[in-house]
């Protein structure tokens, strides 16, 4: 078959959608016919790197809105409709501009994970396109009109640790049905120009695809049990080739007057095996386990699974900051360049504008906010919080986005505040016993801390002898930590759920302790999944927030230590690559169907 030229859009909205799109890329360049993949996203470039490394191109561009989440379980309604009427604004610009570079580059198909602007775009250009996903985001933003309200936020700030200024979050407001309804229809219909769909594990209703059921998404769910209604549930068991499909829409007329061309397929949807990151082959054996914890400055003492158990931290693209050790230093700190991750911020257009657009709308609405959103240390999210208030006594913590027990320095300073550490034992309540450990993912700035770290684990010294900034048997992930390798190795992971982390903790046979997103519909999806092939256990806003999380981990571990063991026997583990290159087969077949049939007819 004829070498193929994609082009392959990804919404910029969390590291879910990256993870897998840079997975089934490597899939497309792993076949037998040398393809081109070109990779198109807000997303970072350093996400799609073993895609890249590969072969496959990557463009940074601004093509999707995004759902504001001041913490990884709380949406912030209003600004996010602001971000996307300011989108849609740019919508028919941003169509032509993409369908000209797609022409440039000769592409024969889009493919999108789930940016709908990429199927306008292949829709002008005059090319099919594909829907990689297990959600869309007009289901996302339809659910912004629920009734429901979170639970008070008024505790939560946002603190910039450099000088103590407090931003309150944004009091939770349903979006008017009246107003919502025009904004998701434009969504609903750029996904409309789709003529395949590929439904991954834990998807919920496509309703560009299926005629049934239809948006509003507030009607999916139970509003007492806060769960999918039976009839939605019954519907995602059924075979996507059971479904009742919305027709194709023909592509525009070649010239004025004449009409439209109608497409030489009719539109399809097809289910996808679960899109997942592989692991290293040797991190399932013992001197692959320890080459990998050594290289997070865990020590040597600490490898074996059968005496040290690891609960693995990741709230998915939060990024957790961190404290300064001390509030006033004792010498003043040597200028130094911006982080690499701020600096590609800063040099982002779509982000420069947010920001702007965000400062904007808060003096329009008479709440002027103070200070950067972005500073030499720090992101600032408008409304992001710093940790809730822990119980008394004072407990150390260490400063978060989501909020977590903030292990801040005052409480190791001399007087009352130690004495009262003295009663407390800070591990016993996030970990469930002194075999455990944590490794916290998405640290800002954590390459210093991962050096002291990864010095203790060669020289055998304890980590953090130098550096008291978390309690004991805490470590810090890099920030490029390969997640399969962590996940093989950890034993629990608490975080949110989304596609990337379900679906890694499924491959890996890992516990999953979770926060729920009220507001983010696609989570009774991937509730689903873990239902059927993991183990997922529920743990409360007030507790993640205590620090209270030794039950939640216990009762996670309990329930799925025993798949988990199996797994790294060698069990439970299905041939993902096998099943992700038939995907590719596949996709390629189709396209080089429907372009056969474009020149026969």
Not at 424 to 450: E, H, N
Not at 530 to 537: A, D, I, S, T
């Amino acid at each position: 078959m004829p070498s193929l030229c994609f082009a392959y859009y990804c919404s910029g909205h969390g590291f879910g959608h990256a993870t897998r799109v840079s997975a089934f890329a490597c899939h497309l360049l792993s076949l037998e016919e040398p393809h081109t993949v070109h990779i198109v996203s807000s997303a970072p470039k350093r996400v799609f790197s073993t895609s890249v490394a590969l072969g496959a191109t990557y463009r940074n561009a601004e093509v999707d809105p995004v759902i504001l989440q001041p913490l990884a379980y709380h949406v912030d309604r209003q600004k996010s409709v602001h971000v996307l009427e300011s989108f849609l604004s740019k919508k028919e610009e941003k169509v032509e501009e993409e369908a000209q570079w797609l022409r440039e580059i000769k592409a024969d198909c889009v493919l999108s994970d789930a940016a709908f602007l990429g199927f306008l775009a292949a829709h002008k250009a005059g090319i099919p396109s594909v829907l990689i996903t297990n959600f869309t985001f007009d289901s996302i933003y339809s659910l912004l009109s629920a009734s429901f309200v979170e639970q008070s936020l008024s505790q939560h700030l946002l603190t910039d640790p450099s000088n103590s200024i407090h931003y309150p979050l944004e009091p939770d407001t349903p979006i008017p049905e009246e107003t919502l309804s025009p904004l998701v229809q434009q969504i609903l219909e750029g996904y409309r120009h789709a003529d395949m769909l590929l439904v991954l594990p834990g998807a919920i209703p496509i309703p560009s695809f299926t005629t049934f059921p239809s948006l509003p998404a507030t009607q999916w769910v139970d509003p007492i049990s806060h769960s999918f209604k039976p009839e939605i549930i019954a519907h995602l068991m059924k075979d996507p080739h059971e479904y009742t499909l919305y027709p194709s829409i023909p592509f525009p007329p070649p010239q004025s007057g004449a009409p439209p061309t109608v497409k030489p397929k009719p539109r399809s949807a097809r289910l996808a095996p679960l899109l997942v990151r592989p692991p290293h082959d040797d991190v399932y054996t013992a001197k692959g386990r320890s080459r990998f914890l050594s290289s997070l400055g865990i020590p040597v003492d600490l490898h074996d699974p059968a005496t040290t158990k690891i609960l693995i931290v990741s709230f998915g693209g939060q990024v957790f900051h961190k404290p300064s050790r001390s509030g006033t230093p004792s010498r003043p700190a040597s200028p130094r360049p911006l982080p690499e991750h701020q600096q590609q911020l800063q040099s982002n257009s779509f982000s420069r504008d947010l920001s702007q657009e965000l400062n904007l709308l808060s003096r329009k609405n008479g709440q002027e906010r103070p200070g950067p959103v972005f500073s030499l240390s720090h992101i600032f999210v408008p409304g992001a919080p710093a940790p809730a208030a822990m119980p008394s006594p004072s407990l150390p913590t260490f400063t978060t986005t989501p909020p977590t027990p903030t292990f801040s320095d005052n409480v190791f300073s001399h007087g009352g505040a130690f004495a009262e550490l003295e009663s407390v034992d800070v591990r016993s309540l996030m970990l469930p016993d002194a075999s455990w450990i944590a490794v916290v993912c998405g640290v800002a700035d954590s390459q210093g801390w991962q050096t002291k770290q990864h010095d203790a684990g060669v020289t055998g010294a304890t980590a953090g002898e130098e550096d008291s900034d978390l309690p004991e048997g805490f470590y810090i992930a890099p920030r490029d930590v390969y997640m399969p390798d962590l996940m093989a190795v950890g034993d629990v992971l608490l975080g949110k759920l989304g596609y990337g982390t379900v679906s890694e903790c499924v491959d890996s046979c890992t516990p999953f302790v979770y926060v729920s997103r009220p507001l983010f519909v696609e989570e009774h999806g991937l509730r689903l999944l873990l239902e059927r092939e993991g183990v997922g256990v529920e743990m409360t806003r007030d507790a993640y927030e205590a620090g209270e999380w030794a039950s939640a981990v216990s009762d996670a571990w309990r329930a799925g230590s025993q798949r988990k063991l199996e797994r790294r026997a060698g069990k439970h583990a299905p041939d993902r690559r096998a099943q992700g290159l038939q995907m590719a087969k596949d996709v390629v077949t189709w396209v080089n169907e429907w372009i056969a049939d474009v020149k026969f007819d």
